[in-house]
């Protein structure tokens, strides 16, 4: 059984552009959450989509959005990027129980 | 949820049980425990959860306190590609608004293991 992916596996961005970053849950999995784990920060809950629609987020800026497809992949946008936008995003997947969170290897976000 | 308090650090001897202790003294009754790991510039992995009962999988055994206010993660055997980060994390899965069954990670423990 394939893990969840994300892609790019690495992505470097100037200040004022724009992120795009993907990930694929694992099959069957209907719930998307993103994370973000600044350097020597710990996780931070950002996005939360479920069946296609967005169900929460942390406490991030309107820049920071996303979108989950019919298929259950997810994409997160980050706009107008800034250098503390500089980070891990990691992506995880969960079943109908919510017990496990499956995490993919993350996407390195690096803004100069 | 409730607030969890990890060493931040600790060694053991690889071969040795690593016995990982975590304090969460205000849980309340509908709450889980949880541990996943995080080894270096990786995605965390789920490792195992209880509420009550002590619970044991491929990974690890948990032991959870009879009052719920403490638990500890065991490695029975531990190898070097056990060094990581392990988290311990009390949630909730009651629906209630608001409410997102997210994880909320704290800094957790360092768990270094010596050949």
């Known amino acids: 059984e394939a893990g969840v992916t994300q892609s790019p596996t690495h992505l470097i961005k100037t200040r004022g552009q724009q992120a795009t970053l993907r990930c694929s849950p694992i099959?069957?999995?209907?719930?998307v959450y993103w994370y973000q784990q600044a350097l020597g920060l710990g996780l931070q809950f950002l996005l939360w989509y479920d069946e296609g629609e967005e169900r929460n987020r942390g406490n991030f800026p309107p820049r920071f959005s996303g979108r989950q497809f019919p298929n259950y992949s997810s994409e997160l946008n980050v706009n107008a990027l800034e250098l503390e936008d500089s980070a891990l995003y990691l992506c995880?997947?969960?079943?109908?129980?919510?017990?496990?969170?499956?995490f993919g290897p993350g996407t390195r976000l690096t803004v100069t | 949820d409730a607030k969890t308090t990890q060493p931040p650090s600790m060694d053991c001897a690889e071969g040795r049980a690593a016995n990982l202790p975590c304090n969460h003294s205000t849980i309340s009754g509908n709450e889980y425990v949880y541990w996943y790991r995080q080894i270096h510039s990786q995605g965390p992995q789920y490792i195992i959860h209880?509420?009550?009962n002590n619970e044991t999988n491929e990974m690890a055994s948990l032991i959870i306190t009879e009052d719920r206010k403490s638990s500890t993660l065991i490695l029975p055997h531990a190898t070097l590609r056990d060094t990581a980060v392990y988290y311990c994390i009390v949630r909730s899965l009651s629906w209630s608004g608001g409410s997102n069954y997210k994880l909320t990670f704290g800094k957790g423990t360092l768990l270094t293991v010596n050949p």
């Open positions: 099959s069957g999995h209907t719930s």
């Open positions: 995880a997947s969960t079943g109908p129980l919510f017990h496990e969170q499956y």
């Open positions: 209880g509420l009550k």
